[in-house]
Nanobody, 118 residues
Framework: QVHLVESGGGLVQPGGSLRLSCAAS????????MGWYRQAPGKQRELVAS???????NYADSVKGRFTISRDNAKNTVYLQMNSLKPEDTAVYYC???WGYGAGFSSWGQGTQVTVSS
């Protein structure tokens, strides 16, 4: 069984910063990629950023230059540093890990709420 535990969400004013963390534990092996998605009310879940093992980092156009994804492979942890936050960044943020031989498994965190409002 695989567990993804997220932390770091909350309420922040426009222009502020937050740092999300997601730690993977359990029977997880051969991590292929770690990333973050978000889902705003009434909208589909969308990719925010992903960091494959040995590949190029990907960012949604809407967050480029403001968000930074990083990984601590020794801790199976992925981070999302979010700067210059905007009200349109308000959403539930989900951690995703693709793992297993042939990247055959995908696991999701429980989600953490990020609200950007004055």
């Amino acid at each position: 069984q695989v567990h993804l535990v997220e932390s770091g969400g909350g309420l922040v004013q426009p222009g502020g910063s937050l740092r999300l963390s997601c730690a993977a534990s359990g029977s997880i092996f051969s991590i292929n990629a770690m990333g973050w998605y978000r889902q705003a009310p009434g909208k589909q879940r969308e990719l925010v950023a992903s960091k494959p093992s040995g590949g190029n980092t990907n960012y949604a156009d809407s967050v480029k230059g403001r968000f930074t994804i990083s990984r601590d492979n020794a801790k199976n942890t992925v981070y999302l540093q979010m700067n210059s936050l905007k009200p349109e960044d308000t959403a539930v943020y989900y951690c995703n890990v693709v793992w297993g031989y042939g990247a055959g498994f995908s696991s999701w965190g429980q989600g953490t709420q990020v609200t950007v409002s004055s």
